[in-house]
Nanobody, 124 residues
């Protein structure tokens, strides 16, 4: 059974940092493209960052470029999202997801497995 479990969310002041973790079981993160999505109230769930299954390529939405970094640890079978210079508009529930190789990581419908989400709230 595949499980993706996010952690690390919380309340932080604007300008602060958080590191989200996505611990995987039942699959090997180095065999899947993995992505971080976020969903604010009343909005769509949009991709924030992704890393290909090879680990060679990464993608960032323009809104987070230069502030967020996606990495993965094969030994821990965990994907991370380091978030810095946080802004109130980053407030959302953050989800990690995994897509099988060959599926483009940009498209939400291509992801097979999802975590339960972790809340990130950035105050002024």
């Amino acid at each position: 059974q595949v499980q993706l479990v996010e952690s690390g969310g919380g309340l932080v002041q604007a300008g602060g940092s958080l590191r989200l973790s996505c611990a995987a079981s039942g699959l090997t993160v180095s065999s899947y493209a993995t992505g971080w999505f976020r969903q604010a109230p009343g909005k769509e769930r949009d991709i924030v960052a992704a890393i290909t299954w090879t680990g060679i390529n990464t993608y960032y939405d323009d809104s987070v470029k230069g502030r967020f970094t996606i990495t993965r640890d094969k030994a821990e079978n965990t994907v991370y999202l380091q978030m810095s210079s946080l802004k109130p508009e980053d407030t959302a529930v953050y989800y990690c997801a995994a897509a099988q190789p060959g599926r483009h990581y940009l498209y939400r419908s291509n992801y097979d497995y999802w975590g339960q989400g972790t809340q990130v709230t950035v105050s002024q």
